[in-house]
């Protein structure tokens, strides 16, 4: 009986990107001028001034091509700080949310990318959810946002409520 | 005194209900040991019994990701888990995995094949990470918005560069970014 040597080489699920989608690193160190504060700030646990300013929070997930939908704090945050969000992530992410309470918005944004399995086609179709919201106007995006105010309220209940929710289960079911 | 709680920890009120319903001989975060196993063999054969009690159980924090290799019906860092137990002969059934991978139950099949010796899986999103406990609130402030979009880019991952990428090419300036390349 052996242990198995884990290094970031050991993460093949990760090498996911083929030829059709440009993935070059990212060496050069951007911030927005918008965007301040400490990492604990942009936890979920303050809320970012900065979140204010934008309608939709672009959520990056730890993990992408991966057997599970994974949730981190990342998710949580524009819950925390009430605004509009894509995930990319694996699949089944918004599913699991819908699973603990959470409402998403998809009367507003194409979240069909949730379903889809292929990460290569899950990428192309986030793209262009993301791209279709971003590139309306301002006005009509503030519009979207006061039309999902209470699924933000709502959602910010949920995550308030989590743990109680989740021991509440575990009394349940365990 | 100052304690340490890793954001990879069951919050202390989830570690108190299990304590309420088991026997809780440990309780660790995996992602302590997924680059040294051998020091969670050593830290475990603290604890090592000759005989298990019903609801003895050992509680594993399962909340960082895994490592997969293509084809490999596990992650790696699961099947060394298991290989601990094996070595130091504690049953299965005394592994209490708390885990945010919702259907892991499929992989813990594999390497627990008798269902009369499995650990218990939970799965839940109650973790240091995921629950801050207190929350501030703010109003939504729509009327603020001045940015379509924001994308704050952790860690170097391939969908990571894929999206900014992306964003660089076409929105760079309907999105704030930022990147974190170290």
Not at chain 1, 103 to 118: A, C, K
Not at chain 2, 132 to 153: R, T
Request: charge should be negative; charged fraction near 20%.
């Amino acid at each position: 009986m052996t242990y198995i040597v884990t290094s970031p080489f050991t993460r093949q699920n990760e090498l996911w990107a083929n030829g059709s989608i440009e993935c070059r690193p990212v060496t050069e160190k951007y911030c927005h001028p918008i965007i301040s504060g400490t990492k604990g700030e942009l936890s979920t646990l303050n809320h970012a001034d900065f979140y204010k300013y934008i309608g939709l929070d672009i959520v990056t997930e730890t993990v992408y091509n991966y057997p599970y939908p994974y949730i981190s704090e990342k998710t949580l945050r524009p819950i925390a700080c009430k605004r509009l969000f894509v995930v990319v992530a694996a699949p089944g992410v918004l599913s699991l949310l819908h699973s603990k309470g959470f409402e998403t918005f998809s009367d507003v944004l194409d979240e069909s990318y949730d379903t889809i399995q292929d990460p290569h086609e899950r990428f192309w179709q986030l793209q262009k959810t993301i791209k279709e919201f971003v590139l309306q106007p301002v006005e009509t995006i503030i519009d979207i946002v006061k039309l999902k105010t209470p699924a933000l309220e709502h959602n910010f209940e949920v995550l308030k409520k989590l743990q109680d929710i989740e021991l509440q289960n575990l009394n349940d079911s365990y | 005194m100052f304690k340490y709680t890793s954001p990879y920890e069951l919050t202390e009120n989830y570690k108190t209900a299990l304590q309420s319903k088991y026997c809780v001989l440990d309780n660790f975060s995996l992602a302590r040991f997924d680059s040294n196993f051998e020091l969670l063999e050593k830290h475990l054969s603290n604890i090592v019994k000759s005989k298990y009690e019903p609801c003895d159980r050992i509680v594993v924090d399962h909340f960082d990701t895994d490592y997969y290799l293509n084809g490999f019906p596990y992650g790696l860092g699961l099947h060394n888990l298991f290989t601990v137990f094996r070595k130091l002969d504690i049953p299965l059934y005394v592994m209490l995995l708390v885990t945010n991978h919702y259907g892991i139950a499929r992989e813990v099949n594999c390497l627990a094949p008798d269902p009369c010796d499995r650990p218990t899986i939970i799965e839940t999103l109650i973790s240091n990470l995921h629950y801050a406990g207190v929350y501030n609130d703010h109003n939504v402030d729509a009327d603020m918005i001045s940015i379509p979009g924001l994308c704050m880019l952790g860690q170097g991952r391939v969908h990571r560069h894929a999206i900014f990428r992306f964003i660089e090419s076409e929105l760079m300036t309907h999105i704030a970014v930022s990147t974190n390349p170290s």
